[in-house]
């Protein structure tokens, strides 16, 4: 069992989707071979890291607790065997890196358009937010409201 912090700054693939690297993740992995034969690494990360909202494109901070399994195959056909309840993990002659793993597993969590739960917590300029005159539709019904007026 490993049990460790990393800190977010040093997960290189994660820093340009967030807009800091600052904190830590705490993270658990452990290596093991199940029953079939089977090796894997499963593990959990919990922390907090910051993105850009894309509904006020403030700051926000998504809270983490992921849990991961990994089944280590060597080729695309041991991945195709795998069961189900594993993610597969290619293993390669170049030795793997525990951080790009993390960076990995968190990128997976990030959601595609990242915004607060809730619009009460964007800020003002949104909660305010009304279209210009240009944009603001007419009815299409009005035109028959004008024509029961005529009757």
């Known amino acids: 069992m490993l049990r460790g912090t990393v800190a977010v700054s040093s997960l290189e693939r994660l820093l340009p989707v967030l807009v800091s690297g600052e904190g830590e993740l705490q993270v658990e992995m452990e290596l093991g071979k199940d029953p079939d034969g089977t090796r894997y690494v499963k593990g959990s990360i919990q922390g907090d890291v910051m993105l850009k909202c ?52 968190v990128l997976l969590a990030i959601p595609i358009v990242p915004r607060h739960r809730d ?19 007419k009815n299409p019904f009005a035109v028959l409201a004008g024509l029961k007026l005529k009757q």
């Open 54 to 105: 894309q509904r006020c494109l403030e700051h926000m901070t998504l809270p983490l607790d992921l849990n991961f399994r990994l089944g280590l195959v060597s080729s695309d056909a041991a991945a195709s065997i795998l069961p189900d309840w594993y993610e597969p993990l290619l293993v390669t002659a170049e030795p793997a890196r525990i951080a790009d793993m993390i960076a990995e597993e």
């Open 119 to 137: 619009r009460l917590d964007c800020q003002e300029f949104v909660k305010d937010y009304a279209p210009p005159e240009s944009e603001q539709r």
